[in-house]
């Protein structure tokens, strides 16, 4: 076909009406991101409908020559433009080929699942999952339970820039009618539990308000809902669960009906946040210590995945030790942790960002929100003398931040990281003082993380799906090493002109 996207499109012409527009900055190391725009917006978009039937024809494309059958499941999240994003891909797919299953309205996890129950190799989820209004994408698959990775992302990028595209023809399109019951089915099956917990469920008015409350409840759960009718206009904060406006939200709403737990879901439901019975905003990496805890306990010697960013228990602490647990650092990103999961054979990965990966016999390998809330319910149901406070505070104190994202180009981002880490590798080198002490370790699997000789450490690496980079410290020791840390990574920071502020800190 002689279609070839354009990079640049100015909305009301000519050109942007009968051009295909698809930014490269938009393919991503696992999945794909784009400004889309919306009413009132300046900022151009880098994404038009006829760029997002040119991705349905590289896509279908792509999955034919890796040799996988043209059955491919489509669905869409809760956003104004993401139903016609979807239809759009939908039309490119067909046109290369593809079988087309249509889910409907859906969570990420619940497309993962389809993929499964309706025997459909391939999947594309049009979310931008926690970006704000205006941005769009979609989690690609061809290889169940996993996405795309950066040789998919990178293969995908070629054909649909180059228009090398197969139209073979000879699609077809199914719409899935009743799917959300069969998802939440399966997401509930054989779950009870004994304890009538009270569960603030926080929504953030995006996709998940359509699923996570009725899941809970078929558990046993007294749901308080939270922001949970849909509302694409996300009136009171954007759903992510690791931002802290949306955490204060929960925290308040806890504190106000005395619930158990808070259980909070992103846009697109393939992540949970959780906030204690006190009203503590409780990290998901310190999460995913205490699901280490309870799972290994039942499964001694258990392996776990946990990406960068993640606290430093999964491998001092005790409990984990005694009970012969295996704990495995890996990249960060939704995509990395998912195929070292299955990979290494772990019972499960967490991703601090709240991104939860369960294997048989919890799961199927993909992150699915609602499974880690009933996860987290379980836990609380086999510790009947305990509230979720007391769990938490079970664990060795550590003093950790948010993940803090200063502003930083996606065509710059990745240059900035190469030099902080040689700037972290000179000051190793020579022996000299960083945050006051000398650096013990660097770690480099994905971006930085640079350690002192007390174990209070501090990332850097470059977001994947924004043009901004990531930074979180953790100090075993106490909130003033904490800062010292963060004060002396941003040091290094801002010997790049680059990097802009950040959009929250602690």
């Known amino acids: 076909m002689t279609l070839k996207p354009v990079g640049q499109a100015t909305p009301n012409t000519f050109e942007f009406e009968t051009e295909a527009l698809v930014s490269p900055t938009g393919f991503r190391e696992y999945d794909a991101r784009w400004w889309f725009g919306h009413p009132g917006s300046t900022k151009e978009p880098e994404l038009n409908l006829m760029g997002v039937q040119a991705l349905g024809m590289g896509l279908a494309t ?13 669905g869409h999240d809760f956003r104004s433009y993401s139903m016609g994003i979807k239809l759009a891909l939908a039309s490119g797919l067909q046109a290369a080929g593809a079988d087309v299953k249509d889910i409907g309205l859906a969570l990420s996890p619940m497309a993962y699942f389809s993929q499964f129950a309706l ?27 996993l996405t795309f990775g950066p040789d998919e992302m990178t293969a995908l990028k070629e054909i649909v820039l180059s ?39 926080a929504c953030g008015n995006g996709t998940a308000g359509a699923f996570a409350p009725e899941a809970l409840e078929r558990i046993g759960c ?15 904060y954007n759903p992510n669960p690791e931002d802290m406006e949306m955490l204060h939200a929960i925290r308040d709403k806890v504190l106000e009906t005395g ?25 998901a990496d310190k999460v995913g210590v205490m699901l280490a805890r309870d799972i290994s306990a039942l499964h001694h010697g258990a392996k776990f995945v946990v990406d960068v960013k993640s606290t430093g228990l999964f491998h001092t602490d005790e409990v984990l030790k005694r009970q012969g647990a295996v704990t495995d650092y890996w990249k960060t990103g939704h995509s ?30 993909y992150d699915d929100g609602l499974i880690t809330a009933v996860a987290v319910c379980e ?20 003093y950790g931040t948010p993940t803090m994202s200063p502003h930083c180009g996606d065509t710059v981002k990745y240059g900035v990281v190469e030099r902080v880490v040689a700037d972290f590798t ?42 901004e980079l990531v930074v979180v410290v953790e100090s075993p020791v106490s909130s003033e090493r904490r800062r010292e840390m963060f004060e002396a990574v941003d040091g290094v920071l801002r010997r790049n002109p680059e990097v802009g502020a950040y959009n929250q800190t602690f």
């Open 222 to 236: 007294e749901v308080i809902p939270l922001d949970v009718e849909l509302d694409h206009t996300f009136p009171r």
């Open 426 to 467: 000179e000051i190793r080198d020579k022996g000299e003082a960083f945050a006051g002490q000398k650096i013990v370790d660097l770690i480099t699997v994905n971006g930085v993380r640079v350690v002192a000789e007390d174990g209070t450490w501090g990332l850097v690496r470059a977001s994947s799906n924004k043009p």
């Open 119 to 145: 025997d459909t190799p391939s999947v594309a989820m049009v979310t931008a999952s926690h970006n704000e209004n205006g941005w769009t994408g979609v989690k690609m698959g061809a290889q169940r339970p």
């Open 379 to 398: 836990m609380l149901d086999r510790n009947p003398g305990k509230s979720m406070a007391d769990i938490y505070r079970d664990l060795p104190l550590t």
């Open 259 to 283: 619930a158990d737990v808070g259980l909070g879901f992103d846009g697109d439901g393939d992540r949970c946040g959780v906030v204690d019975n006190e009203g503590n905003e409780i990290f």
């Open 336 to 365: 990395y942790i998912k195929r070292r999961v299955a990979e290494l054979d772990a019972i499960a990965g967490f991703e601090k960002s709240g991104h939860f990966f369960f294997n048989p016999p919890i799961g199927r390998g």
């Open 163 to 201: 228009g090398d595209f197969d139209l073979r023809g000879g699609g077809s399109y199914e719409y899935v009618a009743g799917f959300r019951k069969v998802y939440l089915d399966d997401v509930t099956k054989g779950k009870k539990i004994a304890r009538k917990l009270r569960v603030v469920v």
């Open 62 to 74: 792509l999955i034919h020559r890796l040799g996988v059958g043209p059955k491919i499941v489509i």
